[in-house]
């Protein structure tokens, strides 16, 4: 498949999900939040441009799904529509890796929509632990050591090396193991490279399967809240 019809077909796929999400967010609160926190890898992809809008300085609703029932998400604000703050904290991925960012001092804390918008993104966090300690020491936003002492790379902000990164991993390492990794991308051979980077995925693998399991506890409690409004609506006719 051609990059072209990924693209399109990507498209396709948010624009179904953002019709899903509207539909849903008008039936009540929690099935709203529900849906919303079910899609958010989908979204992902437009949370990092609306992240890297808002360190740009512009306008902070960069992400704007409307909503017509004014009380299915908050009554305490004039706006009537979802925030791209309202989507990030409703993720727990997002929620939990930044925090886990946070926890470990990282500046990366505050691209976490861009890192989650990579699928390799647990490659990209966990190599830059062994090599700058998730960006804490660097040199012109480069993380990872990207091109070598003669040739490194040059970054204006960490949201570059990012996608450059992601993108070396998908091109040149892509479907290997950090064990392989392990005396190319990193000469000569490390154990302790190995055994950091290893130890870091294996976190954010737990972190990533555990807001899974809140995903689907979210999915039941809607589903649950869902059927006791259709009584209740049984009851009152």
Not at 50 to 58: C, D, T
Not at 137 to 151: D, M, P, V
């Amino acid at each position: 498949m051609s990059s072209g019809e990924k693209g399109e077909r990507s498209l396709i796929q948010r624009m179904k999900a953002l019709s899903t999400l509207k539909s849903a967010l008008d039936q009540g609160a929690l099935i709203g939040i529900t849906a919303l926190v079910l899609l958010a890898p989908v979204f992902y992809p437009q949370l990092a441009l609306a992240a890297e809008a808002q360190a740009l300085g512009q306008q902070n609703q960069v992400f704007e799904i409307k909503v017509t029932n004014p009380n299915s998400i908050n009554t305490n604000t004039q706006s009537q529509s979802l925030t791209l703050n309202d989507i990030q904290q409703a993720d727990p991925l997002f929620v939990s890796l930044q925090n886990y960012l946070q926890d470990n001092g990282s500046p990366l804390q505050a691209y976490t929509g861009q890192l989650l918008s990579h699928d390799n993104w647990k490659t990209i966090v966990a190599i830059s632990f062994v090599e700058s300690n998730m960006c804490v020491h660097n040199y012109y936003y480069n993380c990872s050591g990207i091109g070598g002492q003669q040739y490194l790379r040059k970054y204006n902000n960490y949201g570059e090396w990012i996608d450059d990164m992601s993108n070396v991993l998908a091109t040149r390492y892509n479907g290997w193991s950090l064990d392989k990794m392990d005396g190319v991308y990193v000469q000569p051979y490390s154990v302790n490279w190995k055994l950091g980077s290893k130890k870091v995925y294996a976190q954010l693998t737990a972190l990533e399967q555990s807001a899974d399991a809140a995903r689907t506890q979210l999915a039941q409690q809607s589903a649950a809240q869902s059927q006791s409004n259709q009584d209740l609506a049984t009851i009152a006719q």
